[in-house]
């Protein structure tokens, strides 16, 4: 996603048992995985609600527990828990006890389930979601109309959950390893089926369109038009989506990496030309972060861009995107450079999204920066592929201005806690400091390609980001990620000039007495007549300086002047 959501710097917040509950991995999520999800859910325009049911197959672990936690938030309530697909003749029901937004589903089932078996569990479901207050940032539901009146109804639910609009094991850790099914139909009473017929309503969601059951000319009764979307990869709960609207669809392909891509627009009907003139850029974008971050994780799947009432989100392979056809982000440039206004914002960084995020997960969001940073940092890869890297290291750094160091940008692990949105724009900061600390762009480049393939879909902590980071650029960086990752402190440097000597240190850097690796960067410096390199610690150094009293630094590090 992207942020400028903001909470006063020193808000505080007391951890509660629900929060405990949604962020670990406490003893109802520990002893199974989810292998594949299959959710259908009915649509209700006129009476803004929902019903439906999730198939949920999974593997049995270690330490089976005598219940089982499913999230679904308030005001859903539960229909009905079994075993089973909730076919007739394969459903035994189960006993569950919903306390706010947890379902307890209780077994009798250590007798006979063994670890390594897989079974399936149907949860049925129905109510009035959440809607969306300030989406995406504050999602849910939106339920709107489009300028020509007709409606267009979309989810978003990144930080509030994906279990604000269908139960699931509501975690960043465990993904569906087989993919999934997602059915939508439009609830078929008159006043709805009129409003499709009229309105000619798509609904689009992950992955490829399976199957499509449109109501006839004339056709009566309870006839539910229905779309069925599959996705083959492993999807994050929060980029599980629909859209519905009077959209058209452009299909085109282009051949990356890994063979031909297809790529699939689809727009509200009056926007179409200019899509079509808009989303030139994506051929382009998609070469460029293949160049710079390995293939596109999801041929499977393929691209989408579907238009959005709200701003943007980096739905896996559904792409929300609601800038406007502008150039930008929302026809402004965040940086203060004007390099931004080159680009589409929100189609470069949600498309990043997919190679950090969507491909590349965070197991806990304490850790989003590896989604946020790294693709705020595509922003600057798409401007050198499109400007040259001297203006993209200028749009790098322009974003820099917008760092605030309210907190660190880790956040509190196992309370469903992100750290600060410092994780953007010092995020990117922080990637493009280590390609200055690497000093060999192939390299950086190969240990990007390298990450989004060694934990190609796959989720992972920071712990085991920063060792390949490290291993692969073959930079020693234990310091700089304590210090960048786990502080608010921004490193300043203290210097003066006495009898032609240059005298300098780091002040609020981070130390630990415990490692013999003190915390330090490369900073080129420079007078009209003399270029230098120097290594500041906490600790008092100086060098011969015949230059005067003026050092000028250069600006590729996140530091201060004193």
Same mark, same amino acid.
């Given at each position: 996603?992207?942020?400028?959501?903001?909470?006063?710097?020193?808000?505080?917040?007391?951890?509660?048992?629900?929060?405990? /509950?949604?962020?670990?991995?406490?003893?109802?999520?520990?002893?199974?995985?989810?292998?594949?999800?299959?959710?259908?859910?009915?649509?209700?325009?006129?009476?803004?609600?929902?019903?439906?049911?999730?198939?949920?197959?999974?593997?049995?672990?270690?330490?089976?527990?005598?219940?089982?936690?499913?999230?679904?938030?308030?005001?859903?309530?539960?229909?009905?828990?079994?075993?089973?697909?909730?076919?007739?003749?394969?459903?035994?029901?189960?006993?569950?006890?919903?306390?706010?937004?947890?379902?307890?589903?209780?077994?009798?089932?250590?007798?006979?389930?063994?670890?390594?078996?897989?079974?399936?569990?149907?949860?049925?479901?129905?109510?009035?979601?959440?809607?969306?207050?300030?989406?995406?940032?504050?999602?849910?539901?939106?339920?709107?109309?489009?300028?020509?009146?007709?409606?267009?109804?979309?989810?978003?639910?990144?930080?509030?959950?994906?279990?604000?609009?269908?139960?699931?094991?509501?975690?960043?850790?465990?993904?569906?390893?087989?993919?999934?099914?997602?059915?939508?139909?439009?609830?078929?009473?008159?006043?709805?089926?009129?409003?499709?017929?009229?309105?000619?309503?798509?609904?689009?969601?992950?992955?490829?369109?399976?199957?499509?059951?449109?109501?006839?000319?004339?056709?009566?009764?309870?006839?539910?038009?229905?779309?069925?979307?599959?996705?083959?990869?492993?999807?994050?709960?929060?980029?599980?989506?629909?859209?519905?609207?009077?959209?058209?669809?452009?299909?085109?392909?282009?051949?990356?990496?890994?063979?031909?891509?297809? /790529?699939?627009?689809?727009?509200?009907?009056?926007?179409?030309?200019?899509?079509?003139?808009?989303?030139?850029?994506?051929?382009?974008?998609?070469?460029?972060?293949?160049?710079?971050?390995?293939?596109?994780?999801?041929?499977?799947?393929?691209?989408?861009?579907?238009?959005?009432?709200?701003?943007?989100?980096?739905?896996?392979?559904? $792409?929300?995107?609601?800038?406007?056809?502008?150039?930008?982000?929302?026809?402004?440039?965040?940086?203060?450079?004007?390099?931004?206004?080159?680009?589409?914002?929100?189609?470069?960084?949600?498309?990043?999204?997919?190679?950090?995020?969507?491909?590349?997960?965070?197991?806990?969001?304490?850790?989003?920066?590896?989604?946020?940073?790294?693709?705020?940092?595509?922003?600057?890869?798409?401007?050198?592929?499109?400007?040259?890297?001297?203006?993209?290291?200028?749009?790098?750094?322009?974003?820099?201005?917008?760092?605030?160091?309210?907190?660190?940008?880790?956040?509190?692990?196992?309370?469903?806690?992100?750290?600060?949105?410092?994780?953007?724009?010092?995020?990117?900061?922080?990637?493009?400091?280590?390609?200055?600390?690497?000093?060999?762009?192939?390299?950086?480049?190969?240990?990007?390609?390298?990450?989004?393939?060694?934990?190609?879909?796959?989720?992972?902590?920071?712990?085991?980001?920063?060792?390949?980071?490290?291993?692969?650029?073959?930079?020693?960086?234990?310091?700089?990620?304590?210090?960048? /990752?786990?502080?608010?402190? $921004?490193?300043?440097?203290?210097?003066?000039?006495?009898?032609?000597?240059?005298?300098?240190?780091?002040?609020?850097?981070?130390?630990?007495?415990?490692?013999?690796?003190?915390?330090?960067?490369?900073?080129?410096?420079?007078?009209?007549?003399?270029?230098?390199?120097?290594?500041?610690?906490?600790?008092?150094?100086?060098?011969?300086?015949?230059?005067?009293?003026?050092?000028?630094?250069?600006?590729?590090?996140?530091?201060?002047?004193?």
């Amino acid at each position: 996603m992207f942020m400028w959501y903001l909470l006063p710097a020193n808000t505080t917040f007391a951890f509660t048992h629900a929060d405990t /509950l949604r962020g670990s991995n406490g003893r109802g999520r520990a002893w199974w995985d989810v292998v594949h999800y299959d959710l259908s859910v009915t649509i209700d325009t006129a009476t803004k609600e929902i019903s439906g049911r999730n198939i949920i197959r999974f593997v049995i672990g270690d330490n089976i527990c005598d219940s089982m936690q499913i999230d679904l938030q308030e005001p859903l309530s539960v229909v009905n828990v079994g075993i089973g697909d909730g076919k007739a003749g394969n459903f035994e029901q189960l006993e569950f006890l919903k306390v706010e937004n947890v379902i307890w589903i209780n077994y009798g089932f250590k007798r006979k389930w063994q670890k390594g078996s897989v079974y399936e569990i149907t949860v049925f479901y129905k109510g009035a979601p959440r809607q969306a207050i300030n989406p995406p940032w504050d999602g849910g539901f939106s339920w709107s109309h489009d300028k020509s009146g007709k409606p267009w109804v979309a989810v978003s639910c990144q930080g509030v959950g994906a279990s604000v609009w269908w139960p699931c094991k509501d975690a960043q850790w465990d993904e569906p390893d087989s993919g999934m099914t997602i059915s939508l139909a439009l609830k078929a009473h008159e006043k709805n089926r009129g409003a499709f017929l009229k309105d000619n309503v798509e609904i689009v969601s992950n992955g490829r369109d399976l199957t499509q059951r449109m109501p006839k000319e004339g056709e009566t009764g309870n006839v539910e038009p229905y779309w069925r979307w599959e996705v083959k990869s492993p999807i994050n709960n929060y980029d599980v989506t629909f859209y519905m609207g009077d959209y058209v669809h452009r299909h085109d392909t282009l051949m990356g990496e890994k063979g031909k891509l297809d /790529l699939d627009f689809w727009v509200l009907r009056y926007n179409e030309d200019e899509a079509r003139e808009h989303f030139k850029v994506v051929k382009q974008m998609i070469h460029c972060f293949e160049y710079w971050m390995g293939p596109y994780p999801f041929y499977e799947d393929g691209y989408k861009l579907v238009e959005s009432p709200y701003l943007g989100m980096e739905h896996q392979s559904a $792409i929300a995107y609601g800038n406007d056809y502008k150039m930008g982000y929302m026809g402004h440039d965040r940086t203060g450079t004007g390099i931004g206004m080159n680009f589409d914002y929100i189609i470069v960084h949600e498309s990043g999204h997919e190679w950090f995020g969507n491909n590349v997960t965070a197991k806990d969001i304490a850790d989003n920066w590896i989604h946020e940073g790294i693709t705020t940092y595509s922003e600057t890869l798409f401007t050198e592929c499109l400007l040259g890297k001297q203006k993209a290291t200028a749009y790098c750094i322009g974003e820099w201005n917008n760092i605030r160091n309210d907190k660190p940008i880790i956040g509190e692990y196992g309370v469903n806690e992100e750290g600060s949105n410092d994780m953007y724009d010092k995020g990117t900061a922080i990637m493009h400091m280590i390609r200055q600390l690497t000093n060999d762009d192939e390299k950086f480049r190969q240990m990007l390609r390298g990450l989004s393939s060694a934990f190609y879909h796959k989720t992972i902590t920071t712990a085991e980001a920063e060792k390949y980071i490290a291993d692969h650029t073959g930079v020693e960086l234990t310091a700089f990620f304590q210090q960048y /990752l786990r502080t608010d402190m $921004i490193p300043e440097v203290e210097y003066y000039v006495k009898d032609a000597e240059l005298y300098y240190k780091f002040n609020n850097v981070f130390s630990d007495a415990s490692t013999n690796r003190p915390f330090t960067l490369p900073l080129k410096i420079r007078s009209e007549k003399v270029t230098a390199t120097i290594s500041p610690t906490s600790e008092w150094q100086h060098i011969k300086w015949k230059c005067g009293h003026t050092v000028d630094f250069a600006n590729n590090f996140l530091i201060k002047i004193k």
